[in-house]
């Protein structure tokens, strides 16, 4: 199973509980290792679990609900206003949190894996001091490491002086202590989307600002258009300009005063509060780096090879702390490669595609290349897009304003990337993703048989009319 005398029940320490540090860790004890895994929290869940995916998703889910019965009346069903409980509200997405990371401590315990609550630095390329949450401390030794200590939000110099309370990263406006009248999320990205997204859902008047030269820069405009038109209607405001910034903040009585700088012209608006979300940085200060021969790029990553190994043959690293994409799938999918890698097998972390999600309302999701991505690499490519206003499901459940687009290799009809915007994209990407991986063409997916009527159909319209043969749009036939 293993290659330089390496042996499956050798010691393996792992930094850091979130989705790639527990992915890892279960992999390896299921695999027979002695697996120590060292986090902050009283159970494994990291910064997903407990201050980020799961709790933004409660509630995302509880926005929809609203945003649903708001739209009711289209139908011939009114609902009363809707009367929101916070203290209810925060105890029900608390609860979600607690189930799910008490089963991952129960899977911990299960395993035999060896959880210690603490924070972890190295003294050697084998060995950690823990310093525990009841204030002791514990050496431990190990055989390999693996180091997914993860991120953190990064913040704006001018609000440091600005009182606590009313500037927000996305862990605090998680805590939903209230509900402001009127709110300012810096930063168009999947994070300030989905959280203004909430916040307006609850009764707040949404303002948006992005630096860059739109929404979601990493996705295609076509699609992020769909989703920006749908914002407008439920945010205040959305600014989005490539010199759209904070030009100066003050903090009067009542709310706080931010002018505004767009092309060059300045604006004064007041919000009660504000949500910063403009990237993160990675949680390396403190982990005794310089005891081992742990390398760090430029920009603060740890850098690894494809194994994810980095230049100390003893310790590996995963998630967002060797950079690219932070997400937590792609995080696990980098744990199970190290752990794999360390027991010997061939492998390396060389996906195809990596899907992204935005959990809005509509959803948007995209994997593989996007047309920009295509584009700039210099590829003959082919764009195929199939408006879900053509879906008898998308009609019939009040969606139909989405849209499934593929990227198609011009020559080989090789699937390059999938993307759309609409209700359910997040589920229905996975399709996309695996058709990606196996290299699949157009073809493939024409030919599958999609169950109706299902939102999923769209993937195959869109297969389909590529060919200008979809049963439900016509396209002149390619020549």
């Known amino acids: 199973m293993s290659d330089n005398n390496f042996k499956s029940n050798s010691k393996l320490a792992v930094i850091g509980g979130g989705p790639g540090g ?3 860790a279960f992999l390896a ?29 409660t509630l995302l889910h509880i926005a929809k609900l609203i945003t649903d019965a708001r739209e009711a009346h289209k139908f011939g069903v009114e609902f009363a206003a809707p009367k929101i409980h916070l203290e209810q509200l925060r105890a029900y997405k608390e609860s979600v949190v607690k189930k799910l990371t008490l089963g991952l401590g129960f899977l911990c315990k299960q395993r035999k894996v060896n959880f210690i609550q603490g924070y972890a630095s190295f ?60 709110l300012l999320v810096v930063g168009g990205g999947y994070i300030g989307l989905e ?39 439920s945010f205040s405001k959305v600014r989005v300009n490539v010199n759209t910034s904070i030009a100066k903040i003050s903090e009067g009585a009542t709310s706080l005063e931010v002018t505004l700088e767009q092309a060059g012209t300045q604006s004064v608006e007041h919000f009660d509060k504000i949500i910063v979300s403009i990237g993160r940085r990675v949680n390396t200060l403190g982990l005794g780096l310089h005891q081992t021969k742990v390398s760090l790029s430029e920009r603060g990553f740890i850098i690894v090879d494809q194994t994810l190994k980095t230049a100390d043959d003893n310790i590996y690293a995963i998630g967002d702390v060797v950079g690219g994409l932070m997400l937590a799938h792609k995080a696990a999918a980098e744990g199970k490669v190290a752990v794999e890698a360390i027991l010997g097998h061939k492998t390396i972390f060389s996906p195809m595609a990596i899907p992204a ?6 959803e948007l999701a995209w994997s593989g290349l996007t047309e920009m991505e295509a584009s700039a690499k210099g590829i003959a490519y082919e764009v195929v897009k199939f408006p879900w ?17 593929l990227i198609v290799e011009a020559k080989t009809e090789k699937i390059l990337g999938v993307a759309m915007v609409g209700h359910g994209a997040g589920d229905m990407i996975a399709e996309g993703t695996l058709a990606i991986e ?23 319209g869109a297969a389909e009319l590529f060919f200008g043969v979809a049963t439900d749009m016509y396209r002149p036939k390619k020549k």
Do not use: W
């Not at 999600?357 to 509509?362: G, K, L, S």
């Not at 206003?389 to 687009?405: D, F, H, P």
């Open 22 to 24: 527990y992915a890892a």
């Open 29 to 57: 004890a299921d695999l027979g290792m002695q697996v120590t895994l060292i986090d902050q929290e009283a159970n494994p869940g990291g910064v997903c679990l407990y201050r980020g995916c799961i709790p933004s998703k």
């Open 123 to 182: 003294t050697s390329s084998k060995s950690l001091l823990v310093k525990k949450s009841d204030g002791t401390q514990e050496e431990v030794a190990f055989d390999k490491a693996i180091i997914a200590s993860g991120s953190e939000a990064t913040t704006l110099p001018q609000l440091a002086s600005i009182t606590a309370s009313k500037v927000m990263d996305s862990t605090a406006a998680l805590e939903l202590k209230d509900i402001p009248a009127s």
């Open 195 to 233: 959280l203004g997204s909430v916040y307006a859902a609850l009764g707040s008047k949404v303002t948006v600002i992005e630096k860059t030269a739109g929404l979601l820069p990493g996705a295609d405009r076509d699609l992020v258009a769909i989703l920006e038109k749908k914002l407008q209607q």
């Open 357 to 362: 999600v935005v959990f809005t309302d509509p």
């Open 389 to 405: 206003s053509a879906s008898g499901k998308a009609i019939a459940t009040n969606c139909s304003e989405g849209l499934t687009k």
């Open 438 to 460: 196996m290299g699949a063409v157009v073809r493939d997916l024409s030919l599958t048989i999609h169950p109706h009527p299902t939102l999923s159909e769209t993937m195959a």
